[in-house]
């Protein structure tokens, strides 16, 4: 087999020779602003994509059970195209295809970004802790279960995917489908893969709008953000307001290209990540003695140290992603500001007027009263049981929001940790 190291990626150097062609810059528009341009297309591309999150977001708010109950089994069913690509691929592999010098440069910053991106929202998990039978011990099993698996479903099919197909640094968006179509000799697999990640990506949209949705929730009967946000359908329990503020938010930044978009999320994802370590020092010093479901095994001194790694490498996708492009910077720097708006009034209130304990004992409802109505019979739907988690994310949760995943538990530790 020649060496396909001498020669350059043909979408290189096909758009090479073409600088004076306004088409190569026309993925990272922003639809926004060229939505009254006459021919653009941006009309019609931003009502399709508009019309992609309506179809997305309908189900969460018909039913966010149904929706959660059927993430488990969709889960499964988008790995196994994956499990066959790497079976089909392995007695194809070419071992030189991966030792070679790449054709194109590597960019480190985008590389940790997208890597950071795909590793990210483990933290999620702490916002439905109080659904959780014996939390201080599935929790720990199921995210290093989950870390290996994420770790497995990335590496092995890449891997196989590179060794079978020589131009795989040439490879872009989608690329992964021509590999399989290589790899097969046929249509059936690329076609398979293509519906696995069409349905996976909604899988991810559904299980983060669930859980922001409910954050937010949480935050609000908690007085940490307008009350307007803790409204409920009465049918369902869904929480329709905080989902329509995401609805309003996305449709927004639908309009950029994905790598504006990664950055945008990498920034604030990495931003909230160092919140949580912080916290989870911070309460270890100021709440030594209080209950936890789980602690890690760690001295406080070492648990600091621990974290530095991580801290720091997310301090620098903060920095790469703010710095990636101007509007990048002027998106995450608007929201910032919004931020911050709308959390001065909270720090500026009197005390008692963020005081946690009463503000706990009028949020509480017999959803979080596992002894009374558990949270599978409950005839509201979603993790209220899980709000105070939801608010303090798994900081909280490693510090001791609640004793053993007992939803009373968990509410009844909840003022203090949160103080």
């Known amino acids: 087999m020649p060496d396909a190291s001498g020669q350059a990626c043909l979408s290189d150097s096909s758009s090479g020779g073409s600088d004076e062609d306004g088409d190569d810059d026309v993925p990272g528009r922003n639809l926004l602003l060229c939505l009254l341009e006459?021919?653009?297309?941006?009309?019609?591309?931003?009502?399709?994509?508009?019309?992609?999150l309506a179809l997305f977001f309908i189900p969460n708010m018909i039913s966010s059970k149904v929706v959660g109950d059927f993430l488990t089994g969709l889960g499964l069913l988008s790995l196994l195209p994956f499990a066959v690509l790497v079976a089909v691929g392995i007695p194809k592999m070419n071992w030189a295809n991966l030792v070679r010098r790449s054709r194109r440069p590597t960019s480190w910053s985008v590389g940790l970004s997208t890597l950071y991106w795909n590793m990210s929202g483990f933290d999620c998990a702490s916002t439905f802790a109080g659904e959780v039978a014996d939390s201080g011990t599935t929790y720990p099993r199921a995210l290093f279960a989950s870390v290996g698996v994420v770790i497995v479903c990335y590496v092995l099919?890449?891997?196989?995917?590179?060794?079978?197909?020589?131009d795989w640094d040439c490879w872009t968006?989608?690329?992964?489908?021509?590999?399989?179509?290589?790899?097969c000799g046929s249509a059936w697999l690329a076609a398979w893969i293509t519906g696995s990640s069409a349905l996976s990506n909604w899988g991810l949209f559904a299980a983060e709008l669930l859980e922001d949705s409910?954050?937010?929730?949480?935050?609000a009967e908690m007085g940490l953000a307008p009350r307007i946000f803790a409204r409920t359908s009465r049918v369902t329990g869904t929480p329709l307001n905080a989902m329509f503020l995401q609805f309003i938010i996305i449709g927004l930044?639908?309009?950029?290209d994905f790598n504006a978009i990664l950055c945008i999320d990498n920034f604030f994802a990495s931003s909230a990540s160092i919140l949580e370590f912080f916290a989870i020092v911070r309460l270890r010093t100021s709440q030594p003695d209080l209950a936890r479901p789980y602690r890690i095994p760690l001295s406080t001194a070492s648990l600091a140290a621990f974290l530095?790694?991580?801290t720091l490498t997310a301090a620098f996708v903060c920095y790469t992603t703010a710095t990636d492009s101007l509007g990048s910077a002027i998106t995450i720097g608007v929201a910032l500001l919004g931020g911050v708006a709308i959390y001065l009034p909270?720090?500026?209130?009197?005390?008692?007027v963020l005081d946690f304990e009463r503000l706990s004992a009028r949020s509480l409802d017999e959803s979080l009263i596992g002894d009374k109505v558990p949270p599978a019979s409950s005839s509201r739907e979603g993790p209220r049981a899980g709000l105070y988690a939801a608010c303090a994310g798994p900081a909280a949760y490693e510090s001791g929001l609640g004793e053993g995943g007992d939803p009373a538990g968990e509410a009844g530790r909840a003022p203090d940790a949160a103080s």
């Open 38 to 52: 006459p021919g653009s297309g941006c009309p019609q591309e931003y009502c399709i994509k508009l019309g992609i």
């Open 253 to 256: 930044l639908v309009a950029f």
């Open 173 to 183: 968006d989608g690329s992964l489908v021509s590999s399989a179509l290589t790899i």
């Open 157 to 166: 099919p890449l891997f196989v995917a590179a060794g079978a197909d020589p």
């Open 308 to 310: 530095v790694l991580p």
């Open 214 to 219: 409910y954050q937010l929730l949480g935050m």
């Open 346 to 352: 909270f720090v500026l209130s009197p005390k008692e």
